[in-house]
């Protein structure tokens, strides 16, 4: 009795620890995405990526010394799942700047809601997971759900906006090898590591082009750089810590906060089909999720 009643308790501390880092997730790319729109209008895409990865960089600094430290090289046993998450990332963080600079926030992570539909796919290529008849339904509610959000033949359907759903297949491509890597490395690491990573990618393309950024966007790049960091890290922390079927419907709160820092940064407010199909594709999601639980 003494035993299972420790089981519940454990696991409900480890679920309200989930839920918790994954709210502060959240917050942080929320704030985030008003800070990438605001700087867009003095920056391009990959220069935003390149000074946002450098104040991480420099932020997770002491981390990454104590880290080498005290385990040395071992985690460079992993490198390849380091490098593949790094690029991933870095793939998708481009294209989220990219749709953030160019269509309202709310719409680009009422897309990215996508994200769970799209990581059945990526499970089955990267991991040989196997899908039911059921996820695949889920999925198709979900193109519905994206279907009301893009309206076409009602609405054009810009660069922007296929960007926006790209960015929600980067990203769940690299939330399976976070999960990988959670196996044998803690957050600190796998942050650290990811950072490092794309700030070397995000430097190539700039050596070409190379210009310092404007005075007045300097303390943009920074709290940007903090925001991210440690919305990165929160999530990580989420998924280390518990269920995706427990942590993931707490990623919808973006479209709130969203729509608020919208609202009152640039005075962007959703269109109603932006939350009917927002809703559509979250249940679809959860629907997966508590599916997969159910199968385990």
């Given at each position: 009795?003494?035993?299972?009643?420790t089981?519940i308790?454990?696991?409900?501390?480890?679920?309200?620890?989930?839920?918790?880092?994954m709210?502060?997730?959240a917050?942080?790319?929320?704030?985030?995405?008003?800070i990438?729109?605001?700087?867009?209008?003095?920056?391009?895409?990959?220069?935003?990526?390149?000074w946002?990865?450098?104040?991480?960089?420099?932020?997770?600094?002491?981390f990454?010394?104590?880290?080498?430290?005290?385990?040395?090289?071992g985690?460079?046993?992993?490198w390849?799942?380091?490098?593949?998450?790094?690029?991933?990332?870095?793939?998708?963080?481009?294209?989220?700047?990219?749709?953030?600079?160019?269509?309202?926030?709310?719409?680009?992570?009422?897309?990215?809601?996508t994200?769970?539909?799209?990581?059945?796919?990526?499970?089955?290529?990267?991991?040989?997971?196997?899908a039911?008849?059921?996820?695949?339904?889920?999925?198709?509610v979900?193109?519905?759900?994206?279907?009301i959000?893009?309206?076409?033949?009602f609405?054009?359907?810009?660069?922007?906006?296929?960007?926006?759903?790209?960015?929600?297949?980067?990203y769940?491509?690299t939330?399976?090898?976070?999960?990988?890597?959670?196996?044998?490395?803690?957050?600190t690491?796998?942050?650290?590591?990811?950072?490092i990573?794309?700030?070397?990618?995000?430097?190539?393309?700039?050596?070409f082009?190379?210009?310092?950024?404007?005075?007045?966007?300097?303390?943009?790049i920074?709290?940007?750089?903090?925001?991210?960091?440690g919305?990165?890290?929160?999530?990580?922390?989420a998924?280390?810590?518990a269920?995706?079927r427990?942590?993931?419907?707490f990623?919808?709160?973006?479209?709130?906060?969203?729509?608020?820092?919208?609202?009152?940064?640039?005075?962007?407010?959703?269109?109603?089909?932006?939350?009917?199909?927002?809703?559509?594709?979250?249940?679809?999601?959860?629907?997966?999720?508590?599916?997969?639980?159910?199968i385990?």
């Open positions: 009795m003494t035993k299972n009643l089981h308790l454990s696991h409900r501390n480890a679920a309200i620890t989930g839920i918790t880092w709210i502060i997730a917050v942080g790319y929320s704030l985030n995405a008003g990438v729109k605001q700087l867009s209008s003095e920056l391009n895409t990959l220069e935003i990526v390149f946002r990865s450098l104040v991480a960089v420099i932020i997770l600094f002491p990454f010394f104590k880290h080498i430290s005290s385990s040395g090289r985690s460079l046993r992993n390849h799942f380091f490098l593949l998450r790094g690029l991933f990332t870095y793939f998708g963080m481009a294209a989220t700047y990219y749709a953030l600079a160019n269509i309202p926030i709310a719409e680009v992570y009422a897309l990215q809601f994200l769970p539909l799209f990581m059945i796919i990526v499970a089955a290529i990267f991991l040989g997971e196997r039911g008849i059921d996820s695949f339904l889920a999925c198709f979900g193109l519905i759900g994206t279907m959000i893009l309206r076409p033949g609405e054009i359907i810009g660069v922007a906006t296929i960007v926006a759903l790209a960015s929600a297949v980067f769940s491509i939330n399976i090898f976070i999960k990988i890597l959670t196996r044998t490395e803690t957050t690491t796998i942050t650290i590591y990811g950072n990573i794309m700030l070397v990618l995000a430097l190539i393309p700039l050596l082009a190379w210009r310092w950024p404007p005075i007045d966007t300097i303390g943009w920074i709290a940007l750089g903090i925001f991210t960091t919305g990165q890290w929160a999530l990580t922390k998924i280390a810590s269920d995706a427990i942590v993931w419907p990623d919808f709160l973006r479209m709130p906060f969203t729509a608020t820092i919208g609202y009152i940064m640039f005075g962007q407010m959703p269109e109603i089909w932006t939350w009917v199909g927002a809703m559509v594709i979250f249940v679809a999601a959860y629907y997966v999720l508590q599916k997969e639980a159910t385990k």
